[in-house]
């Protein structure tokens, strides 16, 4: 099984500042197979990016995704207000299909 | 616009079977896959399982012994059954979709993300 491994735990920023999200995997994935999803209190998660680096639709372009191999980035150039929640990576495999990473916090500084 | 919609008890007994169904609307159920998150209080997400439109399932080895999924294409519906289940199954369970994906290095289709999730139905565990 994949392990994905999330860092920071929390990162502290103000708006307008810019959010650097790291994923790690155990083994190398494809990058075809890897996701990241927001999180607000209370709420389902949304899928932001697929395939890595593919913005869902309706998600803003201030939302990127990229790497490849084990290490995998999402950024967010300009934080907004509604962008302090918490991000989970996901990937595909083989058993199981689905593993999410344990998430990060983006809180307000 | 697709919507998923979770519903089922909110509390269930232990040693009992938690059974839950998600109503698809606005689209057709055809030509996805059809998932189960769960997430306990405080916690992260944990993957329970999908199946095809066509009923083809696929389960998180942790917890296959205990979980079937099926689908109900006439009613446009999918549903969970968790059976045995102990205080450590307390959580929000939701329901997503799984689109069709084309990888163009391998030519091949892949269901690997989750587009579309319903908001979510807290299950307590308790007797």
């Known amino acids: 099984e994949i392990v994905l491994t999330q860092s920071p735990g929390t990162l502290s920023l103000s708006p307008g500042e810019r959010a650097t999200l790291s994923c790690r995997a155990s083994q190398s994935i494809s990058s075809s197979f890897v996701a990241w999803y927001q999180q607000q209190p209370g709420q389902a998660p949304r899928l932001l990016i697929y395939?890595?680096?593919s913005r869902a639709t309706g998600i803003p372009d201030r939302f990127s995704g990229s790497g490849s191999g084990t290490d995998f980035t999402l950024t967010i150039s300009r934080l907004e207000p509604e962008d302090f929640a918490v991000y989970y990576c996901?990937?595909?495999?083989?058993?199981?299909?689905?593993?999410f990473g344990p998430g990060t916090k983006v809180d307000i500084k | 616009q697709v919507q998923l919609q979770e519903s089922g008890p909110g509390l269930v007994k232990p040693s009992e079977t938690l059974s839950l169904t998600c109503a698809v609307s606005g689209g057709s159920i055809s030509n996805f896959h059809w998932s189960w998150v769960r997430q306990p209080p405080g916690k992260g997400l944990e993957w329970i399982g999908y199946?095809?439109?066509?009923?083809?399932?696929t389960y998180n080895p942790s917890l296959k012994s205990r979980v079937t999924i099926s689908v109900d294409t006439s009613k446009n519906q999918f549903s969970l059954q968790l059976s045995a289940v102990t205080a450590a199954d307390t959580a929000v369970y939701y329901c997503?979709?799984?689109?069709?994906?084309?990888?163009?290095?391998?030519?091949?289709?892949?269901?690997?993300?989750?587009?579309?999730w319903g908001k979510g139905t807290t299950v307590t565990v308790s007797s």
């Open positions: 199946i095809s439109y066509s009923g083809s399932t």
């Open positions: 996901q990937q595909y495999g083989d058993s199981p299909p689905f593993t």
């Open positions: 997503a979709r799984v689109p069709p994906y084309y990888d163009i290095l391998t030519g091949r289709y892949y269901y690997a993300y989750m587009d579309v």
């Open positions: 395939a890595a680096s």
